[in-house]
């Protein structure tokens, strides 16, 4: 019983060293992320980097992992999942009253042909160049177009000077090389 023991002690610790061995030689660093989306006619639900990523709330949240340092030629898959039809079915019907915080049978219904309506989507795009950096802002344009900022003096450029209201993401669409008409 005692070799069992340490036989299970032992390749439990090897397991571990070397799980912590591989995340050493990854050289990635933690950074938040940031979803903004210029197109009112879509909903961006989630969008990631090579899996890691956040959510279409808007905020910025922690943490997701880039590498260390940026290299020529680097790639990554850009995925994102987008509500093609915010609040609305592809039948045109629109979400059932809840008068309680319980949901009814119609809701259920409702919400189920909406989710199918979602839309996964994916790239492979080459990884921006960056220095200091400031976390990873996914930027959501019109046509569905992306632009992905790293680098701390890129994301200034682009966000300084900002008007507010509802002139703030049409030019930031502008900035970020966004279209203006769809194919």
């Known amino acids: ?84 039809s915010p609040g609305v079915n592809p039948d045109g019907s629109r979400p059932p009253k809840l008068t309680s915080e319980i949901s009814t049978p119609e809701w259920e219904r409702w919400v189920k042909i909406h989710k199918s309506n979602y839309k996964k989507m994916e790239r492979t795009i080459p990884l921006p160049k960056y220095g200091e950096t400031c976390g990873v802002t996914f930027i959501f344009l019109p046509c ?23 002139e703030f993401y049409p030019e930031l669409a502008r900035r970020a090389g966004g279209a203006k008409t769809c194919r």
């Open 1 to 84: 019983m005692f070799n069992n023991k340490l036989l299970a002690i032992t390749i439990s610790t090897l397991a571990l060293l070397s799980g912590c061995q591989s995340m050493a030689d990854e050289a990635t660093i933690g950074v938040p992320a940031r979803v903004v989306n210029t197109d009112s006619s879509i909903k961006i639900l989630n969008a990631s980097l090579n899996g890691s990523g956040a959510s279409g709330t808007g905020g910025q949240e922690c943490c997701m992992s880039i590498p260390a340092k940026w290299k020529p030629g680097m790639t990554a898959t850009l995925s994102w999942t987008k509500d093609p």
């Open 144 to 166: 569905d177009g992306i632009r992905i900022v790293i680098d701390c003096d890129e994301k200034y450029s682009l966000f300084k000077d900002l008007p507010g209201g509802k």
